[in-house]
């Protein structure tokens, strides 16, 4: 066996660290097994050598336990038990907030179609008019109504304008016509009606034209000793000149009435419609026969 140097003082550490482990595992078994407090249960012997167990305290029972007999004989006063359960109370939940509430989209409903009201056939029968087409600004005429089912109560309507009515039979009345109904070129309704309304009739259609115009310029006039003028015309059509006078006959219709230094005036012959052609300038210059000529108040300046 090794020896160990005592006068080292590597060695001399070591012993002395060993000790000190060692004391203290003794001590730590010592405190294990019996400890180190001094107050320790003492428990007496009995006469027989037993341990006689320490006193303990009971509590008194405050009741004692009642016979089937004496329970039976006890006058008690029994009532059922009525049981309420308290409706436990949960607190409200918290908001989501991102929950939120959209409003629902209405359905887009189909449009309803009202029924059409039926028109009421009319109980009397318009079925013509004669004429049927006229020309504006031309005068009074007489309008034939053929139909059935007319009374004498019955009268001829314009645009709402009651005319004289003459009844001729149940299937023909007529009808003057003033110039001022067909003054502008458009329809007219025409309808018989009578003043209380019962009896009415469809409505036709009455045509009111443009009347045809003269297709000349007045370009220009002359003038002669004895005041005798001559309107000097161009045809839009293909540039010609006319000289004419008073009572002259444009294209076989219209007739000069009038021959100023401002108009020409001139009526068609067969609608007696008059129109007047104001004096412009927009003829061909390049011809001399078509520039206006001054009026010659006499051949000789001389008194």
Same mark, same amino acid.
């Given at each position: 066996? #090794?020896?160990?140097?005592?006068? &080292?003082?590597?060695?001399?550490?070591?012993?002395?660290?060993?000790?000190?482990?060692?004391?203290?595992?003794?001590?730590? !078994?010592?405190?294990?097994?019996?400890?180190?407090?001094?107050?320790?249960?003492?428990?007496?012997?009995?006469?027989?050598?037993? $341990?006689?167990?320490?006193?303990?305290?009971?509590? $008194?029972?405050?009741?004692?336990? #009642?016979?089937?007999?004496?329970?039976?004989? *006890?006058?008690?006063?029994?009532?059922?038990?009525?049981?309420?359960?308290?409706?436990?109370?949960?607190?409200?939940?918290?908001?989501?907030?991102?929950?939120?509430?959209?409003?629902?989209?209405?359905?887009?409903?189909? $449009?309803?179609?009202? *029924?059409?009201?039926?028109?009421?056939?009319?109980?009397?029968?318009?079925?013509?008019?004669?004429?049927?087409?006229?020309?504006?600004?031309?005068?009074?005429?007489?309008?034939?109504?053929?139909?059935?089912?007319?009374?004498?109560?019955?009268?001829?309507?314009?645009? =709402? &304008?009651? !005319?004289?009515?003459?009844?001729? &039979?149940?299937? #023909?009345?007529?009808?003057?016509?003033?110039? %001022?109904?067909?003054? =502008?070129?458009?329809?007219?309704?025409?309808?018989?009606?009578?003043?209380?309304?019962?009896?009415?009739?469809?409505?036709?259609?009455?045509?009111?034209?443009?009347?045809? *115009?003269?297709?000349?310029?007045?370009?220009?006039?002359?003038?002669?000793?004895?005041?005798?003028?001559? %309107?000097? !015309?161009?045809?839009?059509? =293909?540039?010609?000149?006319?000289?004419? #006078?008073?009572?002259?006959?444009?294209?076989?219709?219209? /007739?000069?009435?009038?021959?100023?230094?401002?108009?020409?005036?001139?009526?068609? =012959?067969?609608?007696?419609?008059?129109?007047?052609? %104001?004096?412009? %300038?927009?003829?061909?210059?390049?011809?001399?026969?078509? /520039?206006?000529?001054?009026?010659?108040?006499?051949?000789?300046?001389?008194?």
């Amino acid at each position: 066996m #090794q020896s160990i140097d005592i006068r &080292n003082p590597a060695e001399r550490n070591k012993l002395i660290l060993a000790g000190v482990l060692g004391l203290v595992a003794i001590l730590f !078994l010592w405190w294990t097994f019996f400890g180190f407090g001094s107050s320790s249960t003492k428990v007496s012997s009995g006469p027989a050598g037993q $341990p006689t167990p320490s006193p303990v305290s009971r509590r $008194p029972a405050t009741t004692t336990a #009642q016979s089937v007999v004496e329970f039976k004989g *006890t006058d008690l006063d029994l009532r059922p038990v009525v049981y309420e359960p308290s409706s436990a109370s949960v607190p409200e939940a918290s908001r989501n907030i991102f929950v939120y509430y959209e409003k629902p989209v209405q359905p887009a409903g189909t $449009p309803s179609v009202p *029924t059409p009201t039926p028109t009421p056939v009319p109980p009397v029968l318009l079925a013509s008019l004669s004429p049927a087409n006229v020309y504006a600004r031309t005068g009074d005429f007489t309008l034939e109504v053929s139909g059935d089912k007319f009374t004498p109560q019955m009268r001829v309507i314009i645009d =709402n &304008n009651e !005319l004289s009515t003459r009844y001729i &039979n149940p299937q #023909q009345v007529s009808a003057s016509v003033p110039a %001022a109904v067909i003054a =502008n070129p458009g329809a007219r309704d025409v309808m018989l009606r009578s003043a209380d309304g019962k009896l009415y009739s469809n409505a036709a259609s009455l045509s009111v034209a443009a009347p045809p *115009t003269p297709n000349y310029s007045y370009i220009g006039i002359i003038g002669t000793k004895k005041f005798i003028d001559t %309107a000097i !015309l161009q045809d839009k059509t =293909n540039k010609e000149t006319l000289n004419v #006078q008073r009572g002259d006959l444009l294209g076989g219709r219209f /007739r000069v009435t009038s021959i100023s230094e401002k108009e020409v005036v001139v009526v068609d =012959n067969n609608l007696k419609v008059k129109h007047t052609l %104001a004096m412009t %300038a927009q003829g061909d210059r390049g011809n001399p026969q078509q /520039r206006p000529t001054p009026r010659v108040d006499s051949e000789d300046d001389e008194p």
